[in-house]
Nanobody, 124 residues
Framework: QVQLVESGGGLVQAGGSLRLSCAAS????????MGWFRQAPGKEGEFVGA????????PYLDSVKGRFPISRDNAKNTVYLQMTRLKPEDTAVYYC?????????????????WGQGTQVTVSS
């Protein structure tokens, strides 16, 4: 069992930055691939990015590529989403998720555990 707790969300002006953190419980964090997803009001959820268990592969949603690097610190059981050059269209609830596959997948159904989400609001 893995529990995930996101933090770092908030209100920021367009062009600003936020760093989201996702802290995981359990001693096997390094076995899990980790992903970030988001859901904006009235829209379906979408994949943002992911990182493999080794941190070697990190695919991204095209609209955030180059702006939202993902990293992980297996010693701290934490994965990060560094959000830069934020845009109003990035406003959403952001969720982290863990997959036992250990890979960096964009397929939500492959994730076994989800956090409760953290709100990010970008004002214009």
């Amino acid at each position: 069992q893995v529990q995930l707790v996101e933090s770092g969300g908030g209100l920021v002006q367009a062009g600003g930055s936020l760093r989201l953190s996702c802290a995981a419980s359990g001693r096997t964090f390094s076995d899990y691939g980790m992903g970030w997803f988001r859901q904006a009001p009235g829209k379906e959820g979408e994949f943002v990015g992911a990182i493999s268990r080794s941190g070697g592969k990190t695919p991204y949603l095209d609209s955030v590529k180059g702006r939202f690097p993902i990293s992980r610190d297996n010693a701290k059981n934490t994965v990060y989403l560094q959000m830069t050059r934020l845009k109003p269209e990035d406003t959403a609830v952001y969720y982290c998720a863990a997959t036992r596959t250990g890979i960096e997948t964009a397929i939500a159904a492959l994730y076994n555990y989800w956090g409760q989400g953290t709100q990010v609001t970008v004002s214009s």
